[in-house]
């Protein structure tokens, strides 16, 4: 997996796109809404293709957060799900790197392509909040992603990170970077969205540092 250096961490620069757990296991693909939802009433993990459509394999595997949470490991050898302490960490760089143009809230094209090559894309996402009456939108206009965090008060829903460009075909000149907020940055942990990943320091079986860390951000209220 390409991956690009930002701050102390290295961000895969494509998203996901697997179909199995790094045991090997199959991750359910899901064909229909129907199907989302069901994995989700139920807990379960499962990923799909944007409109339940593989002609649009091009954007990457949407997955639910079960998937991304799952011990089997979402991630592949070496490589984690994104805390939400890491996604803090990568805005702080990207606003450290552009801090004049951050005031306005915009990062420019040179600062995602050319400084950090992080190449967010907008792939959209399915929020299963409507149900019944929920679809696929904001395909060329959000790139939204899961991280592996959880609100320990808050149930089902879980922190995303996101990029916003209004006009994406038209090259990314500029984007608004959302403020990362525990707040309103979040979705029902049943919606499918992008995942990316970041390497970790231990490619070993026991559990890098990071990923400890997590275990305990998840078990306090922040």
């Known amino acids: 997996m390409q991956t690009t250096q930002i701050g102390n961490l290295h961000w895969t620069t494509e998203n996901l796109n697997l179909r199995n757990f790094r045991n090997g296991d199959e991750i359910p693909l899901a064909t229909s809404l129907k199907d989302v939802l069901h994995y989700a009433a139920n807990q ?23 998937a991304v949470a799952d011990d089997r490991n979402l991630a592949p050898e070496g490589f984690r799900a994104p805390n939400h302490i890491d996604v803090e960490n ?13 005031e306005n809230a915009i990062i420019e094209k040179d600062v995602l392509f050319q400084q950090t090559q992080f190449n967010p894309t907008p792939s959209g996402y399915l929020c299963i909040e409507e149900e019944d009456d929920a679809v696929f939108e904001g395909l060329h206009k959000y790139a939204w992603y899961w991280t592996s965090s959880i ?3 808050k149930d089902n829903w879980a922190p995303v990170y996101n990029f916003l460009n209004e006009d994406w075909d038209a ?29 970790t320091e231990n490619t070993g079986g026991n559990k890098s540092v990071a990923d400890e860390l997590d275990d305990l951000l998840n078990g306090l209220n922040f």
């Open 171 to 199: 090259g990314f000149y500029e984007a608004n970077l959302y403020s990362y907020n525990h707040e309103y940055s979040d979705e029902p942990m049943g919606s499918m969205l992008a995942v990316r990943c970041v390497k």
């Open 90 to 102: 990568l805005f702080e760089e990207l606003k450290n790197r552009n801090r004049q143009h951050y």
């Open 44 to 66: 379960q993990p499962c990923c799909c293709y944007y409109n339940f459509d593989e002609s649009n394999k091009m954007y990457g595997l949407y997955y639910n957060w079960y």
């Open 151 to 153: 609100f320990p008060d």
